[in-house]
């Protein structure tokens, strides 16, 4: 189990944002550009199993929700606030191993200026065939020119 979550804590989830218009002004480029600006440095950090700098890619009341299903069973565990999803990536990053992982930006879009909603594909290790890929939804707000995790949907669902 925890290489499963290790596989899907880099960057992504399984529930899509209600639909809604592009900021005014922005072209649709703009917006993939950010995502997988931000998407890519966050499989770096992964890859540097630097749970310290994971957690300061999320916002301080940020809240990461995995999802996993086993034996048919769907079940959901939450994380609230940067310092419990420091200590969680500290936990999937215990027995580090050499990977590269990959986050691929499948939609992206600004819901406002200052927001960001992200769904795409996190391969945890591009280096072996068999690694899972790991569905994730996120939303980043800018912050003092960062942008931020507000909130982070990660899927670890088996295909059958």
């Known amino acids: 189990m925890m290489r499963f979550l290790a596989a899907t ?19 649709p480029d703009e917006a993939r550009r950010i995502a997988e600006k931000v998407t890519t440095a966050g499989a770096a950090l992964f890859d540097a199993h630097d749970a310290r700098a994971m957690g300061a890619t999320y916002d301080e009341k940020a809240l990461l929700t995995l999802f996993e299903k086993e034996d048919g069973v769907l079940t959901r565990q939450s994380h609230e606030g ?21 986050n691929t930006v499948d939609r992206a879009r600004l819901l406002a200026p200052d927001l960001l909603a992200i769904d795409g594909t996190f391969d945890v290790n591009t280096l072996d065939p068999n690694s899972p890929k790991v569905a994730f939804h996120q939303v980043r707000q800018r912050k003092d ?7 982070m949907e990660i899927s670890i669902l088996a295909t059958d």
């Open 82 to 102: 940067r310092a419990k999803i420091e200590s969680l990536y500290a936990k999937v990053f215990e027995n580090p191993r050499t990977i590269k992982s990959r």
């Open 145 to 151: 020119g960062k942008w931020l995790v507000l909130t």
């Open 9 to 27: 804590l880099a960057a992504g989830s399984l529930l899509l944002a209600s639909p809604a218009a592009p900021a005014a002004d922005t072209p």
